[in-house]
């Protein structure tokens, strides 16, 4: 048996996974820290309310319930030794797995550019928890504007500033605006939540850079439709429970504001360093044309932690990664002729803007306003894992859409904890209770 | 205006306010420390992946966006001041809410019967977090098993005690069986999750004591059908975490589980004592016929928190009591002749068994097996807040039960941290910012 260890179960693993179905004499260990995959492309709806995470995130054991080859574990990657082809791995206790092929897919994380104490007072958007944590924080603010006892107060409160003007940012962006001006407007007493003021910054000179010109002029216009403050070419110096301080061309500046979302930066997973070869400035793994780790040709790296030329870090880049991975390693085990380099095919890129706007850039096709709102939904709904997702999405953005109201709203106080917090915690109960049981013994 | 503050948003809170709705010249605060209401009942089914939290979580600000007469504050309510006749709230600062009338529904929690070191060991189940606080814990013991390293420490973690057998804990146990012999069975590499063995214990000579004997006698029969452990006559007198020390008739003995789940004891809200009025063994407030509080008749109390003679601490209970509060405030506003006591009405109670079986006591009418199961679910939907709730409901219902998955099946590292601890988080994440705020300013 050839023993195949992946470890993540995003995009990149997942399909690698999927692909190596057919593939006999292969034994998969699918590694990931969570129990479930994440359409990570709609994870702004759960920040929103509009969508429950299960509904992004099924089982990754469901999925491959019925792929006999594959064994799901649920554990927290600690390190590789290359040398002894062993992947180190911590569940309840640290342990050992031994591989003939290593793929590593283990995404990326939030970049706060050195300034990591950023982290609790931006949080940023990766994880389901986050999309939770984010979903208490926006909810919590517009209660905290209605109980507010100053008008000063009041405004800090219904001030949202969101980092970073890429798809995550202008996403969010427009679904706060929605919220503030549609779902809760006739909630609430004491505020006018449809005066609620959303800034959009990034240090850039238009919002959604990676996008054709016009069509980055087309969000801006639709996002300043919205009510959207978008400032460009203002660069975050400073973030305080208060707001931000900001640099405009240079110039200090202070947006008052008492929710703060960081959509701006993004790094590997430190998996990428630990492999012990080259990464580049965002610790991304510098691999060869066929996705391999230099000097190893029996490892890969994929997706958002892997530096390969022309690929961007979006879902298709991992899709296709995987796919890729899954062909070189089946045509080594069947003997079949190498399949030559990765080729990435861009499919294009999209956004979302408030309820009823979009931008798609397809190379030669580029879509705006209503008829990239509904590609994005069509195309969206077709990459979701599972039918009962789609009709679930349908249902549940027609509410949001027709309806006006949103299905989950809960403000969780347990999901305002960051999560290192609530690691250093845990990793402190369970000490605890260790030593409880020590003292049980006689 | 006659103010009127309602302390708690659960059936109680919820029905006072709406069948308030009428009455000209009131102005009403509801005050919650959640901004949702919860429909408990169905709270199993969230801590075992069957609905999300929202579903059965709909935000009170929603339900009563069109009673223009209604305010809903997010705040936690710290105590009274019944001569000022204020109450004593903190939202993000401390303040303080007059009121004409008062009303008083915040509810029960667990009780440990002093241990409440127990809590962390043995979670119970009260609120969303605490629901996905358990799904987290029971679908990461599966989790476990299959990553366990010897025989001993898998069948630990395959091994659920249950403490308490009321309609929580019998509903809970059903459950887990369900999860394990149908859901889980096919995904699993190294566990075979249909051994789960799940003991269900109380201290009590039958389960469901408060329903009639031969209905606990088949409840018993159905959970033991399905392979659920049932000990009756045992009582817990430690809880670590490798599992309970019990006495049965007196004498030792123990039960090796890694996960403990308490759904034994309730006490009232700590508001109840609060009040500064006579509380009854388990905190609840000792009230007048017409549930007002001796002495002061412009304050009511109601529902888990109040000890009324003959009246359940079930949904009915509080809905009806709502219903008579809301009568007695409107007679005295509008003139109207007092309503007399409050006269509760038996609706009867049930409980479901697994995803076929349940029992049903309606007084002169008792159902067990599938046509209880039918009349529970019927009655649950009718009692649901909103028809899209019901259309969601029956639609995971037949995933479950039919298709054989379940939708919600994340797991949250974040929500493992308990309540208490993520609020002495946030409590001090608060004052470091602040702290943090301090040093800045010149």
């Known amino acids: 048996m050839h023993r195949i260890v992946v470890v993540g179960g995003g995009f990149a693993g997942v399909r690698t996974v999927r692909r190596l179905a057919e ?30 995470g299960g509904q992004i995130s099924p ?108 798809p995550t940012g202008v996403e969010l962006a427009g679904q706060v605006a929605e919220l503030g001006q549609r779902i809760l407007a006739s909630e609430y007493r004491s505020v006018d939540t449809s005066q609620a003021r959303i800034v959009l910054l990034d240090s850039n000179a238009r919002v959604l850079k990676t996008f054709p010109e016009r069509l980055s002029a087309r969000a801006k216009a639709d996002l300043e439709f919205l009510g959207i403050d978008v400032r460009l070419g203002v660069r975050a110096v400073g973030i305080d429970p208060e707001g931000l301080d900001v640099k405009i061309a240079g110039e200090p500046a202070r947006i008052t504001a ?27 793994v510098v691999v060869e044309p066929d996705l391999t780790v230099p000097g190893h040709p029996e490892v890969f790296a994929l997706g958002d932690m892997a530096a390969v030329p022309g690929v961007p870090g979006v879902a298709q880049g991992a899709i296709q990664g995987g796919e890729h991975v899954a062909r070189v390693i089946a045509a080594r085990l069947t003997g079949a002729p190498w399949p030559g380099p990765f080729r990435y095919k861009d499919k294009g890129s999209m956004a979302t803007i408030g309820r009823r706007r979009a931008v798609v850039d397809m190379g030669r096709r580029q879509l705006t306003g209503g008829a990239a709102y509904f590609a994005w939904g069509v195309i969206h709904l077709a990459y979701l894992t599972r039918w009962e997702d789609r009709i679930e999405a349908v249902w549940r953005w027609a509410f949001t859409g027709i309806g006006g109201s949103r299905r989950e709203r809960m403000i969780s106080i347990v999901s305002l904890v960051p999560e290192t917090t609530a690691r250093s915690v845990i990793l402190e109960l369970r000490r605890r209770r260790a030593e409880r049981l020590d003292q049980a013994r006689p």
């Open 258 to 284: 008492k929710t703060v979302i960081w959509a701006a930066g993004v790094k590997a997973s430190p998996l990428g360093a630990a492999l012990g070869v080259e990464v580049d400035g965002a610790g991304r």
């Open 23 to 52: 593939v006999p004499g292969t034994e998969i260990t699918l590694v990931d820290r969570t129990n479930h995959f994440l359409f990570q492309p709609m994870l702004y709806q759960v920040a929103t309310g509009v969508l429950s």
């Open 59 to 166: 089982a990754l054991r469901s999925i491959f319930r019925r792929q006999r080859n594959v064994r799901v574990l649920l554990s927290e990657v600690d390190g590789f030794d290359l040398e002894r082809r062993v992947v180190k791995a911590f569940g309840e206790h640290e342990y050992e797995l031994p591989y003939d092929t290593l793929v590593v897919a283990a995404g990326a994380t939030h970049s706060y550019f050195g300034r990591d104490d950023w982290a609790v007072l931006a949080p940023g958007m990766k994880t389901v928890d986050d999309a939770h944590r984010l979903r208490s924080m926006i909810l919590g603010a517009f209660e905290l504007a209605e109980a507010a006892e100053t008008e000063a107060e009041r405004q800090a409160w219904m001030t949202f500033a969101i980092v970073g003007a890429g």
